[in-house]
């Protein structure tokens, strides 16, 4: 059964930073391509970051970009979401996602792990 | 970046209707768009990829349509699990984008 389970989440102060991570089981990761996907409270679905499988081509969305970094360490099975300069309008519920092999949608998703900025 | 729009933004059906939710992107994404449902307090989940292919495991009753700009999504006959929020999402070109999602409630 493919799981992904994220974790680090939490509550930071405007300016800090956080680092997530995402366990992935029950499949090969290391062919996978992922995202991180986030939801603002009482919000809709945002794209946020794509790393494929061999960490070459790596992809984030303007709203992030510069401040966070997306990697993986296929060895471990795992993949990070290193958040920097944080901001009120990052708080979300952030979740990892897998594309299929040869797919652009996102076919396994995790539980979600939510992250809150404010002072 | 590639704008996606849903209508309705809600809606409200009884057990057994036909509904139809519509996805619209502002330029061609040929069939590269998809279909989510999420629950309250749930991660979403994949019911249809590539316009018109069902996920594996979803209900018949779910199917997709369209191709270019314009698409929709298809409930042959609701029931009562089908609840939630449905989001269409485009593969076409980076950034993925999604609609802003059409919430179902269950007469």
């Known amino acids: 059964e493919v799981q992904l389970v994220e974790s680090g989440g939490g509550l930071v102060q405007p300016g800090g930073s956080l680092r997530l991570s995402c366990a992935a089981s029950?499949?090969?990761?290391?062919?996978?391509?992922m995202n991180w996907v986030r939801q603002a409270p009482g919000k809709g679905l945002e794209w946020v970051a794509y790393i494929n499988s061999g960490s070459t081509t790596i992809y984030y969305a303007d709203s992030v970009r510069g401040r966070f970094t997306v990697s993986r360490d296929n060895a471990k099975n795992s993949l990070y979401l290193e958040m920097n300069s944080l901001r009120a309008e990052d708080t979300a519920v952030y979740y990892c996602?897998?594309?299929?092999?040869?797919?652009?949608?996102?076919?396994?998703w995790g539980q979600g792990i939510q992250v809150t900025v404010s002072s | 970046d590639i704008p996606m729009t849903q209508s309705p933004s809600s809606l409200s059906a009884s057990v057994g209707d036909r509904v139809t939710i519509t996805c619209r992107a502002s330029?061609?994404?040929?069939?590269?768009l998809n279909w989510y449902q999420q629950k309250p307090g749930k991660a979403p989940t994949l019911l249809i990829y590539s316009a018109s292919s069902l996920q594996s495991g979803v209900p018949s009753r779910f199917s997709g349509s369209g191709s270019g700009t314009d698409f929709t999504l298809t409930i042959s006959s609701l029931q009562p699990e089908d609840f939630g929020t449905y989001y269409c999402?485009?593969?076409?070109?980076?950034?993925?984008?999604f609609g802003q999602g059409t919430r179902l409630d269950i007469k």
């Open positions: 029950g499949f090969t990761f290391g062919v996978h391509n």
């Open positions: 999402q485009q593969g076409y070109s980076s950034p993925i984008t």
């Open positions: 996602a897998r594309d299929p092999l040869g797919g652009d949608w996102f076919d396994s």
């Open positions: 330029q061609t994404i040929l069939t590269y």
